[in-house]
């Protein structure tokens, strides 16, 4: 039961109030929408998000949360407060990206680790880890030199909204 083992050992310990790792929906979800193309006006496709869930042994799609949440998780992750010193150092062990093999809005991701994304942006190092569902999508990084971490959740999916969530400059709004 891979959903009990991340509410016993990540969300109750951690007091993450907003997030729930289920295969069963709430009552009530954020309404999400998508455009194949930039000109494309967006549609709602929640009913496709909510039927989006793989179970428990995907994991994906039964995670529901709130950036908060999510940024409390990445920064306590990041600052060595759940993991071993064994883990952390695999889980930090980044290999470079092949730039010819990125889109070019992500250029300044460098590296990739064990599940974490290694960004060089204006304010240095960025940690964490960015993606998409059908519908949704979001980023949520740790910046060590100033242990401050920033978490985007968008309910929307379009190649507007990805340019600009992917966007060097959109870390550079945020500072």
């Keep these: 039961p ?6 016993e050992k990540i969300i109750n310990p951690l007091g993450l109030k907003n997030t729930i790792a289920s295969t069963l929906l709430p009552d009530q979800l954020t309404r999400s929408y998508y455009a194949e ?4 006006a967006l549609t709602e496709v929640t009913h496709i998000d909510n039927n989006g869930i793989g179970g428990e042994g995907a994991i994906d799609g039964g995670m529901i949360s709130t950036s908060s949440d999510v940024a ?3 920064e306590t992750l990041l600052t060595n407060k759940m993991l071993s010193p064994a883990s952390m150092q695999q889980l930090q062990t980044f290999v470079d ?4 093999r990125l889109e070019p809005d992500l250029k300044y991701n460098k590296q990739y680790g064990l599940g974490l994304m290694k960004l060089d942006t204006n304010q240095g190092v960025a940690l964490g880890h960015d993606g998409h569902v059908f519908g949704f999508g979001g980023k949520s990084y740790y910046f060590p030199k ?9 309910n929307t999916w379009s190649p507007k909204v990805v340019a600009l969530l992917n966007a060097k400059e ?6």
Excluded: H
Excluded at 2 to 7: A, G, P
Excluded at 37 to 40: D, Q
């Design 2 to 7: 891979s959903y009990q083992v991340i509410t």
């Design 37 to 40: 193309t930039a000109n494309e």
């Design 72 to 74: 409390q998780f990445l």
């Design 97 to 100: 990206n092949d730039p010819d």
């Design 146 to 154: 100033q242990k401050v971490t920033v978490c985007i959740l968008l």
């Design 170 to 175: 959109t870390f550079n709004l945020l500072f």
